[in-house]
Structure formats: structure tokens, C-alpha cells
């Protein structure tokens, strides 16, 4: 890792952990060795400046939408971590390139299947794109469930400090069961996809995927670690 990106991610967990009550502990268990594809829900800006940096692998990288890019401190950092620019509500060719080029060099990409903030922290539907590629690179899945620091903004005015909590769930694979990757069977397995993240999360937290009884799952097949 270059020197200056270790000074930044160190920085940036200083500062988040004056805001923020965060348990590093936490990002312990994320592995840094891939091919591997991190799904979790996308709340707000937090995710990135704080899960990257406590993780501080240049091996652990992300996809932001491209209009970020605009911003000319996130433009610094999404370089600086590697982060692949994709333009949301469209298919995006060089994204899923970039993608699935990292991830057969072994990398770990981080991605929200809801493709956008929610803000309230509950569950938006999950969109398919991440099937594609996890069926294209046959890589392996991770959930991980974030919560706790919806009111972020709020609580930084008053200067209260915000739970940033984080859950990481098993590693699955996809096993489609000779089915066509039609575009509902996109959909069904995107959404066993966001099931698992659910699992992660407290109830007021599930949102579209909030269940009552046991997920019955088709197409996904847990990894015995």
C-alpha cells in the first residue's frame, strides 16, 4: 500500500471515530483476499469513508455512481481506493468490465444491489446487476449488514455521537440449478441476495424484505468455512 494511503485511512478513522462509536473488531471479519463480492445495504455517504479505511487493504475496493465523481473530495479518495465509476439506470459495459477484471485478479469489490441510498436505513429492492457478475466470475458472496447511523446529520449538529454498526454475515455462492439467467430469474436470485442481507439486520431495519417466516432459498448455496 502507498505510504499516503495509509496516512489518509488513517486520518479518515481518526476523525469517524470522533463522530461515530464504531467497533473495529467488526471489520476483522471481512476477508481481503478475493475473488470475493461484498453486497450490504447503502444508507448514506458513511459506508465508504468509514468501511474502507478501517478495512485499509488496497486489495478491498468498491463502485460509486459516476455523478460522485463531481464532488472534487470524493473524486480524490474514490481514486485513491480504487473505486470503479458506474452510471446507474442504464447497463453500464465498461462498470461490469472494470468489475469482473478485478475481481479474476482477486480482488474484493464492495456493492449496494439497491443502487441507491435509502436514508431511513430500510430496505430498498435489490437490482439484478450483481447476478450478472457474480454468475459471469463464478465468485463468491458476502453479506454485510449496516445500520444504526441514519440520523448521522442530525446527531452531528447537536454533537451526539452516532452508532456505526456493522454485521458480517456467511459466504454463498449462486447455483442457478440449469436455469436460464432470464430477467426474472435475475430479479429471485437479487432478491435471496437482499434476504441475506436482511438476515444481518434488526427488524425496523428489513424494509422491502422484511419476512415472518423462513427464507426458502433456490438459488444460493452457503460455503462451509
Request: charged share 25%; net charge positive.
Amino acid at each position: 500500500m502507498r505510504p499516503g494511503l495509509k496516512i489518509m485511512n488513517w486520518f479518515l478513522r481518526f476523525v469517524f471515530q470522533i463522530v461515530c462509536r464504531i467497533n473495529p473488531k467488526d471489520f476483522k471479519k471481512v476477508p481481503v483476499e478475493g475473488p470475493l463480492i461484498l453486497v450490504g445495504n447503502h444508507i448514506n455517504f458513511l459506508e465508504v469513508p468509514v468501511f474502507l479505511p478501517h478495512i485499509d487493504h488496497p486489495n478491498v475496493i468498491g463502485i460509486a455512481k459516476r455523478e460522485s465523481w463531481k464532488n472534487p473530495l470524493f473524486n480524490f479518495l474514490f481514486k485513491q481506493w480504487g473505486i470503479i465509476p458506474i452510471d446507474r439506470g442504464l447497463v453500464d459495459r465498461e462498470a461490469f468490465r472494470l468489475t469482473e477484471e478485478a475481481l479474476k485478479q482477486g480482488k474484493v469489490v464492495a456493492m449496494s444491489p439497491e443502487g441507491t441510498r435509502s436514508k431511513d436505513g430500510k430496505l430498498l429492492p435489490g437490482k439484478p446487476g450483481v447476478v450478472a457478475i457474480a454468475v459471469r466470475t463464478n465468485a463468491p458472496l458476502l453479506p454485510i449488514g449496516f445500520y444504526g447511523y441514519e440520523n448521522f446529520w442530525e446527531n452531528f449538529k447537536h454533537l451526539k455521537k452516532t452508532d456505526f454498526n456493522i454485521v458480517v454475515g456467511k459466504p454463498f455462492k449462486l447455483n442457478l440449478n440449469g436455469n436460464a439467467l432470464s430477467r426474472d430469474v435475475r430479479q429471485e436470485v437479487a432478491d435471496e441476495i437482499m434476504y441475506k442481507v436482511a438476515e444481518l439486520l434488526p427488524e425496523k431495519y428489513r424494509g422491502y424484505y422484511e419476512f415472518e417466516n423462513e427464507v426458502q432459498y433456490k438459488y444460493l448455496e452457503t460455503i462451509d468455512s
